[in-house]
């Protein structure tokens, strides 16, 4: 007797990783200073939850995302270091 194949997992792509790329994209051209966290934090929990959910996908929107904000960030940083330090 034949055992039958398991249903394939249907896969969903992930709100959350999709989210925090577009903010990570916007916040690189204009509102970076508020764009970039929020990119950060919806990054970070996307990736909580394509950890938690084999059915999700994603993770490849969410980790640009994540190292996307996060080198954004890091120039701002630099940029407002180098601001306040010349005056």
């Known amino acids: 007797m034949a055992v039958p194949a ?5 896969q969903v792509p992930c709100k959350e990783a999709s989210d925090a ?6 916040g690189l051209l204009i509102f970076g200073p508020i764009l970039e966290p929020l990119a950060l934090a919806r990054a970070f929990k996307a990736r909580a939850l394509l ?11 969410a980790n640009v995302a994540l190292l996307l904000s996060t080198a954004v ?8 270091v ?3 330090s010349s005056h």
């Open 73 to 80: 960030i890091a120039l701002w940083i630099v940029m407002l």
């Open 21 to 26: 790329l577009k903010y990570a994209i916007v």
């Open 6 to 10: 398991a249903a394939p997992a249907v």
């Open 51 to 61: 950890r938690g959910d084999p059915t999700l996908t994603g993770i490849g929107k």
């Open 82 to 84: 180098k601001t306040v």
